[in-house]
């Protein structure tokens, strides 16, 4: 009786995003203070607990812009 060959699969690698931009905002996901997202090409960092706050529509709004990403 012969033992078949052991076959393995090389590591499944993913390819990083080249823009380094963060997730794109939803109006479905709670955010809390300190998590960034994308929005409109703008990167904003929550100030506080979030949901379905529009990043850049409120002046003193839960969300800062801090930079913009392509």
Do not use: F, H
């Not at 076959?7 to 390819?15: G, L």
């Not at 939803?26 to 998590?35: A, C, N």
């Not at 100030?47 to 850049?56: D, F, M, R, V």
């Amino acid at each position: 009786m012969t033992t078949p060959p052991v076959t393995t699969t090389p590591p499944t690698t993913t390819t990083p995003p080249t823009n380094n931009c963060p997730a794109a905002w939803s109006s479905k996901t709670v955010y809390v203070g300190g998590e960034t997202i994308t929005y409109n090409g703008k990167t904003y960092k929550a100030k506080w607990w979030t949901l379905n706050n529009i990043p850049g529509t409120e002046q003193w709004g839960p969300w800062e812009q801090t930079g913009t990403c392509a």
